[in-house]
């Protein structure tokens, strides 16, 4: 079964400064990826995925994911970082083998200083 | 289009009773899945549903338990509420195997 790994739990980073969630993936075969936010008691929502083409992902709200199948991840960027982005991201892995099965990371809180 | 509904937003029980929920999913969507979260545990995959059928089901003992309608709306329920429980519960939906799944806002439940 496929899983995923956020080693980041929580990360600070001041406004304006540039952003990196990191998230690796284990699954045999060519995986569907997504990064999702969520806000405090909200539900999720998506940011970008991946399926398949081209390896740089553009997602919203300034996102984007670059897939490196060499280092099984997939890591979350955004050059500037504002304070609205402060929430929990969460790295999935699909594997659609006649079912929908996504598996999440653990998720990395993102706190933005002012 | 209407995004992905669930009913009621927060529920209080206490230990020992039941509880169903309800997902009404994207226009055109067939698939429903149910996720709980929980600060310890985070996001667990509960099972999925896709033309009333259900088609994947995720580690949780047998009194989580859900269904599908025709109209592609699902319900999950949960018996004899425990401590543990109190989670948020969260539904998604997707047109297809490889569609990407859109959530809902989740359903708030407190189990005293």
């Known amino acids: 079964a496929q899983s995923v790994t956020q080693p980041d739990i929580h990360i600070t980073v001041s406004e304006g400064a540039s952003l990196e969630l990191r998230c690796n993936y284990s699954?045999?075969?060519?995986?569907?990826l997504f990064w999702y936010v969520q806000s405090p008691g909200q539900g999720l929502q998506l940011l970008l995925k991946?399926?398949?083409?081209?390896?740089l992902v553009q997602g919203i709200k300034g996102f984007e994911a670059e897939f490196k199948r060499s280092q099984s991840s997939f890591n979350l960027r955004k050059p500037s970082v504002h304070w609205s982005d402060a929430a929990e991201y969460f790295c999935?892995?699909?594997?659609?083998?006649?079912?929908?099965?996504?598996?999440f990371g653990a998720g990395t809180r993102l706190t933005v200083k002012p | 289009k209407a995004g992905v509904t669930q009913t009621p937003r927060y529920l209080i029980k206490t230990r020992g009773q039941q509880v169903t929920l309800s997902c009404s999913p994207i226009?055109?969507?067939?698939?429903v899945s149910w996720y709980q979260q929980t600060p310890g545990q985070g996001l667990q995959f509960l099972f999925e549903?896709?033309?009333?059928?259900?088609?994947n089901k995720g580690n949780f003992p047998g009194r989580f338990s859900g269904r599908q309608f025709s109209n592609s709306r699902s319900e999950m329920n949960v018996s004899t509420l425990e401590l543990g429980d109190s989670a948020l519960y969260l539904c998604?939906?997707?047109?297809?195997?490889?569609?990407?799944?859109?959530f809902g806002p989740g359903t708030r439940l407190t189990v005293l």
């Open positions: 549903y896709f033309s009333e059928t259900q088609r």
């Open positions: 998604a939906s997707s047109g297809s195997n490889t569609d990407t799944q859109y």
């Open positions: 999935a892995v699909g594997a659609f083998n006649n079912n929908n099965d996504m598996r």
């Open positions: 699954y045999g075969a060519t995986p569907y």
């Open positions: 226009s055109g969507h067939r698939s």
């Open positions: 991946y399926f398949s083409g081209d390896t």
